[in-house]
């Protein structure tokens, strides 16, 4: 029979919980006051300073954001340059992490320990810039996929995760006549689905967030991602010049303050969206791809 719990465990609970809750609480309600002044008027977030609840409600900041065209083609030009660099990056890192995850092959560990050095040491952002213009890339989509299209980090999980699979499986597909790349995408890959997700969602985050690439790399305007337009938003909002093209010149600039709530509210809701499809799979992945080095 299980014996009645005592005062001090009763109280430890209560504390943790009451702790637990309190730091939730500071990780949710600064992004509920973005979303809230995204919806508010400047007279209100003027008076409040912090707002939850929003009395005087507006959609000025969304009207101004949403008042061309522009707008849409660079969402347009986030969710291509996402997909695909996803795509690409995860059969990149795929091929790599299971050609080092095979005992058999030659020289793997110094190839890994080369992957760990970039970790700690990189050329810089002009040797980075001189190879991609010796590439041909400059004012081209693939500048932003192709420099970032292997991280160091996700190929170190997806390693790990290929090596704590059972050998036997490798050793029956072989007698059973399959080649290498069956074993890959019909055994490896279906058996990997959680830390293939876990990167997968690293590295969507990463595209979907491209900023600093896109400047340096894209001179059209017309190729910019999302993130880039969203910062020629903010900064035409506060009064700098900027590029205006495309959008209303009678519109009504909102508020700075709104302006740069809503872009916050624009840039993240899509991420927020796929997120929790993936997430029965991030911890998983995550821990198991960190087990085996």
């Not at 008042?67 to 996402?82: M, W, Y």
């Not at 040797?127 to 996700?154: E, M, Q, R």
């Not at 399959?178 to 890959?184: A, F, K, M, T």
Request: proline content about 5%.
């Amino acid at each position: 029979m299980v014996q009645d719990r005592t005062f001090g465990s009763r109280l430890f609970d209560t504390v943790n919980y009451a702790l637990l809750l309190l730091i939730a609480l500071m990780a949710v309600l600064p992004f509920v006051h973005v979303i809230a002044g995204s919806f508010t008027t400047v007279g209100e977030l003027a008076r409040k300073r912090f707002v939850l609840f929003p009395t005087e409600f507006s959609l000025d900041a969304y009207r101004y954001i949403f008042s061309t065209n522009v707008i849409f083609r660079s969402l347009g030009v986030s969710v291509g340059v996402t997909a695909f660099g996803t795509l690409f990056s995860m059969l990149l890192s795929c091929l790599m992490a299971y050609g080092l995850s095979r005992k058999d092959v030659p020289g793997r560990r110094i190839i890994m320990f080369m992957v760990v050095f970039t970790m700690l040491f990189s050329g810089g952002m002009i040797p980075t810039f001189i190879v991609v213009k010796a590439l041909g890339l400059i004012d081209s989509y693939l500048a932003l996929v192709v420099p970032s299209a292997i991280n160091a980090f996700n190929l170190i999980i997806l390693r790990s995760f290929f090596l704590n699979l059972p050998d036997g499986l490798e050793e029956s597909a072989k007698i059973d006549g399959c080649s290498d790349w069956g074993i890959l995408f019909r055994i490896v890959i279906p058996l990997s689905m959680p830390a293939i997700a876990t990167v997968s969602l690293f590295y969507a985050v990463t595209c979907w967030n491209t900023y600093l690439p896109a400047i340096l790399y894209l001179d059209s305007a017309e190729k910019w991602p999302v993130q880039v337009l969203l910062r020629q938003i903010v900064i035409l909002a506060s009064g700098i010049s900027a590029d205006t093209s495309g959008f209303a010149d009678d519109f009504i600039t909102p508020p700075d303050q709104t302006i740069k709530m809503a872009v916050i509210v624009v840039a993240t809701v899509p991420v927020l969206l796929v997120y929790p499809f993936l997430q029965k799979y991030f911890d998983k992945g995550a821990l198991l791809g960190s087990i085996k080095g």
